[in-house]
Nanobody, 124 residues
Framework: QVQLIESGGGLVQAGGSLRLSCSAS????????MGWFRQAPGKEREFVAA????????YYADSVKGRFTISRDNAKNTMYLQMNSLKPEDTAVYYC?????????????????WGQGTQVTVSS
């Protein structure tokens, strides 16, 4: 079983940047594709970005494409989400998760292990 812990969230002004980290423990994440999701108050959890286990393939939601970059360092057992040009509509709790699907997935129900989330708040 793997434990995931997100960090790096906070309060930032519109146009600013944040870098989220997802640190894994318990076992290596190098055999899993991983993803970032977010959930705003009153809304369903939605896909943000995913990365294959070898980081060859990366996928982004249209709403973040060109602004967010997903990456991973398997040697550090950590995944990252660089968020630039942040907008107030990016405000949400951000979660990282692992999936057994090697190429990654955009579907919430195809992820097995989740972190507890980190709050990102973007002020206008």
């Amino acid at each position: 079983q793997v434990q995931l812990i997100e960090s790096g969230g906070g309060l930032v002004q519109a146009g600013g940047s944040l870098r989220l980290s997802c640190s894994a423990s318990g076992r290596t994440i190098s055999t899993n594709a991983m993803g970032w999701f977010r959930q705003a108050p009153g809304k369903e959890r939605e896909f943000v970005a995913a990365i294959s286990r070898g980081a060859i393939s990366k996928y982004y939601a249209d709403s973040v494409k060109g602004r967010f970059t997903i990456s991973r360092d398997n040697a550090k057992n950590t995944m990252y989400l660089q968020m630039n040009s942040l907008k107030p509509e990016d405000t949400a709790v951000y979660y990282c998760a692992t999936t057994r699907y090697a190429g990654g997935s955009v579907q919430v129900n195809q992820y097995d292990y989740w972190g507890q989330g980190t709050q990102v708040t973007v002020s206008s």
